[in-house]
């Protein structure tokens, strides 16, 4: 009996001991719950995403302008050393007494009309040189002062890129544990890179309805951050790859599309297919594809899709 007591008494501290984690853990979120903080953080998401794309295309801009700018720099300067050799040369070979002789007709002419009509060719000749290397040279500080101020922008650019970018790596990382909270309750939805998309057949005509047949066959396909396609898309890259392929050149992000439709907003009320939407803060953009739908890219984790009206919550449209 005496060694019961110790045994039973050790097993009931063991038990008092040992914690219930199935009590104390925290409740596994629900699906619900998974997809509302996800929303959560793409509604943040969309617009730091947004000033990233808009700090992108403008270092691709401004890199684009400063190279276009420095090679226009080189060859016109290659021109300059080239006219200012030729006039070198030139002054040289007039000091040279061996060369004093080849202007024979000029220098030891007996007339003196003819004389002076030679001397007034030469200080021509001379002075169209010296204006024609002025104007280069006029042009080469021109465009060094182009190359310089692109310079200046091009570095703005590239720290405005950096700056974004390590912010963008945030919220990454916070999407990215969005994405595995996802797959673990099964609703991460990889999407197909090579998906044939689907057909449209709703009531859109002339260029909406390009744009529209565009868009309906990225269907889908993944979202990605920066997406402009084809295996992925954001929603201002799948939006302007649209109506680019109905002829219609947009900006790259959802800010600058809306600031690019000021003059072209319509109502709510008075939706037509090709019309742009825009919900979250402007920071997120569709197109509307008649008969109460909406085809977008929507966030994180999720397809191309096609999506009712009332499930979009539009906020704005623009008409292209």
Same mark, same amino acid.
């Not at 999407?191 to 998309?197: L, Q, R, Y």
């Not at 920066?226 to 392929?245: E, F, I, M, R, Y």
């Given at each position: 009996?005496?060694?019961?007591?110790?045994?039973?008494?050790?097993?009931?501290?063991?038990?008092?001991?040992?914690?219930?984690?199935? *009590?104390?853990?925290?409740?596994?979120?629900?699906?619900?719950?998974?997809?509302?903080?996800?929303?959560?953080?793409?509604?943040?998401?969309?617009?730091?995403?947004?000033?990233?794309?808009?700090?992108?295309?403008?270092?691709?801009?401004?890199?684009?302008?400063?190279?276009?700018?420095?090679?226009?720099?080189?060859?016109?300067?290659?021109?300059?050393?080239?006219?200012?050799?030729?006039?070198?040369?030139?002054?040289?070979?007039?000091?040279?007494?061996?060369?004093?002789?080849?202007?024979?007709?000029?220098?030891?002419?007996?007339?003196?009309?003819?004389?002076?009509?030679?001397?007034?060719?030469?200080?021509?000749?001379?002075?169209?040189?010296?204006?024609?290397?002025?104007?280069?040279?006029?042009?080469?500080?021109?465009?060094?002062?182009?190359?310089?101020?692109?310079?200046?922008?091009?570095?703005?650019?590239?720290?405005?890129?950096?700056?974004?970018?390590?912010?963008?790596?945030?919220?990454?990382?916070?999407?990215?544990?969005?994405?595995?909270?996802?797959?673990?309750?099964?609703?991460?939805?990889?999407?197909?890179?090579?998906?044939?998309?689907?057909?449209?057949?709703?009531?859109?005509? !002339?260029?909406?309805?390009?744009?529209?047949?565009? *868009?309906?066959?990225?269907?889908?396909?993944?979202?990605?951050?920066?997406?402009? !396609?084809?295996?992925?898309?954001?929603?201002? !890259?799948?939006?302007?790859?649209?109506?680019?392929?109905?002829?219609?050149?947009?900006?790259?992000?959802?800010?600058?599309?809306?600031?690019?439709?000021?003059?072209?907003?319509?109502?709510?009320?008075?939706?037509?297919?090709?019309?742009?939407?825009?919900?979250?803060?402007?920071?997120?953009? !569709?197109?509307?594809?008649?008969?109460?739908?909406?085809?977008?890219?929507?966030?994180?984790?999720?397809?191309?899709?096609?999506?009712?009206?009332?499930?979009?919550?539009?906020?704005?449209?623009?008409?292209?």
């Amino acid at each position: 009996m005496r060694g019961r007591v110790p045994v039973a008494a050790g097993l009931a501290a063991v038990i008092l001991l040992t914690p219930v984690t199935g *009590a104390q853990a925290d409740p596994k979120p629900t699906v619900a719950q998974a997809k509302a903080k996800l929303s959560k953080l793409n509604e943040q998401a969309d617009k730091l995403v947004d000033r990233y794309n808009a700090a992108n295309e403008k270092w691709k801009k401004s890199r684009q302008k400063y190279l276009a700018i420095n090679d226009d720099y080189k060859k016109q300067n290659t021109r300059v050393e080239a006219l200012r050799s030729g006039l070198v040369s030139m002054a040289v070979s007039s000091y040279q007494v061996g060369d004093m002789g080849s202007w024979g007709g000029v220098f030891y002419s007996s007339n003196p009309d003819a004389m002076l009509s030679g001397l007034a060719t030469l200080n021509h000749m001379s002075a169209e040189r010296a204006g024609r290397l002025r104007e280069y040279e006029g042009a080469i500080k021109d465009l060094k002062d182009r190359r310089d101020q692109s310079k200046v922008v091009y570095k703005e650019a590239t720290d405005v890129r950096g700056e974004l970018a390590g912010e963008k790596e945030k919220v990454d990382k916070l999407v990215r544990e969005q994405m595995k909270l996802l797959r673990s309750l099964g609703t991460f939805n990889p999407g197909n890179p090579n998906s044939a998309g689907v057909v449209y057949t709703g009531p859109a005509s !002339g260029n909406a309805l390009s744009a529209l047949q565009f *868009a309906y066959k990225q269907v889908g396909k993944p979202y990605r951050y920066g997406g402009t !396609g084809p295996a992925s898309w954001d929603c201002s !890259g799948l939006v302007q790859a649209a109506w680019a392929a109905a002829g219609v050149t947009l900006p790259r992000t959802s800010y600058e599309q809306w600031a690019w439709g000021a003059s072209r907003r319509v109502s709510l009320d008075e939706l037509q297919p090709g019309d742009l939407l825009w919900h979250a803060g402007y920071g997120h953009v !569709g197109i509307y594809a008649g008969d109460g739908k909406v085809v977008h890219a929507p966030q994180t984790g999720d397809v191309v899709k096609i999506v009712s009206l009332a499930e979009y919550h539009a906020i704005g449209a623009v008409r292209p």
